[in-house]
């Protein structure tokens, strides 16, 4: 089975605003998510989304993938979930998906860049 990493463009900026995974088609999750979102589902991505209307979203597809991966040392592990991360750490910082729902996710913390704190050249001379 195939995953297919999408994105939801804002027309008016161009600004990747929302990045999901499906194994369906694309048109059709698109048509999904309008649907939702002219049905008054309340959520910061489908205010968005009405926003535009009686326009759409542009889709992009970012990636294909399998739905399972070899694991180094045996087993098997969804590879989507994992590529589906690194989409969003890529537009965090203007997409509209739930970061908070997206944390949970095992992936989250090896993908996201940790800020570390600075250091003055002054405490590098101290020690």
């Known amino acids: 089975m195939k995953f297919y990493i999408y994105c939801l463009i804002d027309p008016r900026d161009y600004k990747v605003r929302y990045v999901g ?4 088609r694309m048109d059709h999750r698109l048509a999904a998510h309008v649907g939702q979102a002219e049905r008054g589902k309340a959520s910061p991505l489908y205010d968005w989304i009405r926003s535009l209307l009686p326009g759409r979203p542009w889709l992009a597809c970012l990636e294909t993938c399998d739905a399972l991966v070899k ?11 994992q590529i589906e991360v690194k989409w969003i750490k890529r537009f965090r910082r203007e997409c ?18 940790v800020p570390t704190p600075k250091v003055s050249p002054l405490d590098k001379r101290r020690k």
Request: net charge negative; proline share 0%.
């Open 71 to 81: 694991k180094h040392g045996g087993g098997w592990r969804e590879a989507s979930e």
């Open 21 to 24: 995974r499906t194994t369906g």
């Open 96 to 113: 509209l998906n739930d970061l908070s729902a997206e944390e949970c996710k095992r992936d989250w913390i090896n993908l996201v860049n």
